[in-house]
C-alpha cells in the first residue's frame, strides 16, 4: 500500500504514514464516527475565545442559542461574565480538525 500524501509504500497494518504523518485507509475505518465531541474552545468557529461554539458543539445546538442564553446571564444575573472567564481559563484548546498533525506541527513550529 501507498501513502496517498506523500507516494510511499507503508505497511498494510499501519495506521498513518510514518513520514508524514496523514491517516490510512485503516484509520479511517476503524475512526469511531460515533465519539462523543469534547468540550473544548473552539477556534474554528470563534466570535470571541470560543467558549460559546465550544459548548454548542459540545450540546449539540446551535452556537447563537448558546450565545444569546450567555448573554442573558451575563446581563440579567451578572455572574455570567465570571462563568465566561473562568470557562476561558479552564476549557483546552481544540486542535484543527481539517489539519493533519504534520500540518499543524509545521505551521505551529
Known amino acids: 500500500m501507498f501513502c496517498t500524501r506523500c507516494g510511499i509504500e507503508i505497511d498494510e497494518k499501519v495506521r498513518y504514514c510514518s513520514t508524514c504523518g496523514h491517516p490510512t485507509k485503516l484509520a479511517e475505518a476503524t475512526a469511531n464516527p460515533y465519539a ?3 468540550l ?3 477556534t474554528e468557529h470563534k466570535k470571541v475565545a470560543g ?3 465550544g459548548f454548542a ?3 449539540g445546538v446551535d452556537a447563537l442559542l448558546i450565545r444569546i442564553v450567555w448573554l442573558a446571564l451575563a446581563l440579567g444575573a451578572g455572574f455570567g461574565f465570571f462563568a ?3 470557562a476561558w481559563i479552564l476549557m483546552p484548546k481544540d486542535t484543527p480538525r481539517t489539519a493533519d498533525a504534520a500540518d499543524y506541527a509545521r505551521q505551529n513550529g
Open 57 to 59: 458543539r459540545y450540546l
Open 51 to 53: 467558549v460559546c461554539a
Open 40 to 42: 473544548a474552545l473552539d
Open 36 to 38: 462523543s465531541p469534547r
Open 84 to 86: 465566561y472567564l473562568i
